[in-house]
């Protein structure tokens, strides 16, 4: 299989993970984000920063590491591209769980415990 094929095709599938996790987080992710920031202006940064970060960074990672990474069988290249783009999703989604997480509190209960 021609080697930029295979790079098309990797970078195709990377940034269809990509855009398919920010389908589904986006409307959730500018809901906490308009709750949580100051102003508006202010959750539309974020919600484009974090959909650049999610874009670029799954990428990275599957570019970076393909070039160490040299299988006999194409489709070990791309079975290990879409391993890693999604690694790349995993860690993304860990760390805006993990900061977006300090601002949302869990509701207090009222009442007595009887």
Same mark, same amino acid.
């Given at each position: 299989?021609?080697?930029?094929?295979? +790079? /098309? $095709?990797?970078? !195709?599938?990377?940034? &269809?993970?990509?855009?398919?996790?920010?389908?589904? $987080?986006?409307?959730?992710?500018?809901?906490?984000? &308009?709750? $949580?920031?100051?102003?508006?202006? #202010?959750?539309?940064?974020?919600? &484009?920063?974090?959909?650049?970060? /999610?874009?670029? #960074?799954?990428?990275? @990672?599957?570019?970076? !590491? *393909? +070039?160490?990474?040299? /299988?006999?069988?194409?489709? *070990?290249?791309?079975?290990? &591209? +879409? $391993?890693?783009?999604?690694?790349?999703? +995993?860690? =993304?989604?860990? !760390?805006?769980?993990?900061? @977006? =997480?300090?601002?949302?509190? #869990?509701?207090?209960?009222?009442? *007595?415990?009887?």
């Amino acid at each position: 299989m021609n080697s930029y094929f295979l +790079l /098309f $095709i990797e970078s !195709v599938t990377s940034l &269809s993970v990509s855009i398919s996790v920010l389908y589904v $987080i986006s409307r959730p992710l500018i809901n906490v984000l &308009s709750r $949580i920031c100051p102003d508006e202006q #202010a959750a539309a940064f974020w919600l &484009s920063y974090t959909k650049v970060m /999610f874009l670029i #960074a799954p990428l990275l @990672l599957v570019l970076t !590491v *393909d +070039l160490f990474a040299h /299988f006999s069988d194409p489709l *070990d290249t791309w079975r290990f &591209s +879409l $391993i890693l783009a999604l690694a790349g999703i +995993l860690i =993304g989604l860990y !760390v805006i769980g993990k900061h @977006l =997480g300090q601002f949302v509190t #869990a509701p207090q209960q009222t009442g *007595d415990a009887s």
